[in-house]
C-alpha cells in the first residue's frame, strides 16, 4: 500500500529510491539506482517518455566514485542524464548518433534543445518559474 505526500522536489521518488522527473506536461525521466560497478559507483537505470511512448532506456549512466545512494544525489544524476539525452548536433562530434534510431533523432530534433533547458536552469515545465517542477513523493 502506498501513501502520497507533497513535497518541494522535482520528482516522485518511490521506496526504492526511484525518481520519475515530469519534466513538462509531455515528457517524464524515470532514473533509479541498479546496483554498483566494480569501481563503487552507482550504475542508474532510466526511461525517457514523452506522452507514453519510449525515447531512451537504459543502465549505462553511472555517478562518481563512491557515491551515496540519496535523494539529492538522485534528483543530481537526473539533472545530469537529461543533459547527456538532450546533446544536439554542434554539442558533439555527428558520429554521437549513429546508434541513435529514427524516432530518437526526431524527438532530438524536435525536443531536445528546450529539454536541455530544464537539465542546466532546473526550471519549471509548466509554469516556466525559477523552481522544480511539481512533484508528488510516493512512499
Known sequence: MSSTHVLDLSADITARLALLWRIDADHILGIGSDGRTSDGRIRYSYHLSRKGCTIFEGRDFCSGSNAKPTVEALSHAAGCLLGFLTVRPGDVEEDYF??????????????????????????????????????????
Open 98 to 139: 549513429a546508434e541513435y534510431t529514427p524516432q530518437q533523432l526526431s524527438w532530438r530534433d524536435e525536443f531536445a534543445e528546450e529539454l536541455s533547458i530544464y537539465a542546466q536552469d532546473r526550471s519549471c515545465g509548466y509554469c516556466g518559474g525559477d523552481h522544480d517542477s511539481p512533484t508528488r513523493l510516493h512512499c
